[in-house]
């Protein structure tokens, strides 16, 4: 198998330090994360901004401080969300794109999510696509559904996305498709060959999905974002404790963890 890329997903969107006292939320704190999810085992890091009072943000200037000092700390493959909240515009969402990351997410189609909908129109979808094509920027096509598979091969068919592809596979959010071993299986199986996939297991799904894709050859990821639980009813102390976990799971089940530049190789980054 190849080696296992685990990517690390720090902060997202939606939670809180209500929810997560260790949260990061300021650039420092998501910087020093970053770092800490690097030494465990982390080749990617996963980013959502957020304002100084700890609202999501997709805002350049903020992304760009965190790009910065990431990449002065560690050698670790920068990938911003164009996700960001439910309630930023598509304008919004694209500015990270701007900053030329390695990678950035590119989700390819509309779900339920939670009490809210992500929306991602077909029109929006292209226009994604169009730019981090221009700007050279792999997309990481962020899958809920089954039907964004088909999507993303639409837009291969159109040239606005080059194979081999990337996918990560986001299952457990409320509205969307659950979090069970037999729709992991499913979303691998329905994929292009030759594409590279991850899995995000969301609250409960994410260490049992985890392990199931590393035995899969498939890749990880883990973090605040997706879980702030390290088991039922205990707060993980940092995103490095989940991946630290990741390592060790991997490392019983002979399956050597990738160093960024061994991911880079993986994943065809420029």
């Not at 903020?62 to 969300?81: R, T």
């Not at 940092?238 to 991997?250: H, P, T």
Request: charged fraction near 30%.
């Amino acid at each position: 198998m190849e080696k296992l890329i685990i990517t690390a997903a720090l902060t997202g969107a939606e939670v809180t330090k209500e929810h997560q006292p260790n949260l990061p939320v300021t650039p420092d704190e998501i910087v020093k994360e970053a770092e800490k999810a690097y030494k465990a085992g982390a080749s990617i890091v996963h980013v959502h901004a957020r304002k100084d009072n700890g609202d999501p943000t997709q805002d350049y200037e903020k992304y760009k401080e965190i790009k910065e000092k990431v990449e002065a700390k560690c050698p670790v493959i920068f990938q911003p969300s164009t996700g960001g909240a439910t309630w930023h515009t598509p304008e919004q969402r694209l500015q990270p794109v701007e900053l030329k990351p390695e990678m950035a997410t590119l989700s390819t189609g509309t779900c339920n999510f939670g009490d809210d909908i992500f929306m991602n129109s077909q029109e929006y979808i292209e226009k994604f696509a169009t730019k981090m094509k221009e700007y050279g920027v792999k997309p990481e096509i962020e899958v809920f559904e089954p039907g964004m598979i088909n999507n993303a091969k639409r837009l291969v068919k159109k040239e606005l996305i080059e194979a081999p592809l990337h996918f990560d596979f986001v299952l457990g959010v409320p509205g969307a498709m659950p979090g069970e071993p037999r729709n992991l299986m499913f979303m691998a199986e329905s994929i292009p060959e030759g594409s590279t996939w991850t899995v995000a297991g969301i609250g409960k799904y994410e260490t049992s999905l985890a392990a199931i894709a590393i035995a899969m050859g498939g890749h990880v990821r883990v973090g605040f974002e997706d879980n702030i639980y390290y088991r039922k009813g205990e707060l993980a102390k940092s995103n490095a404790q989940l991946v630290e976990r990741i390592a060790r799971i991997a490392k019983e089940l002979d399956r050597e963890v990738a160093t960024s530049d061994e991911a880079r190789e993986i994943l065809n980054l420029k």
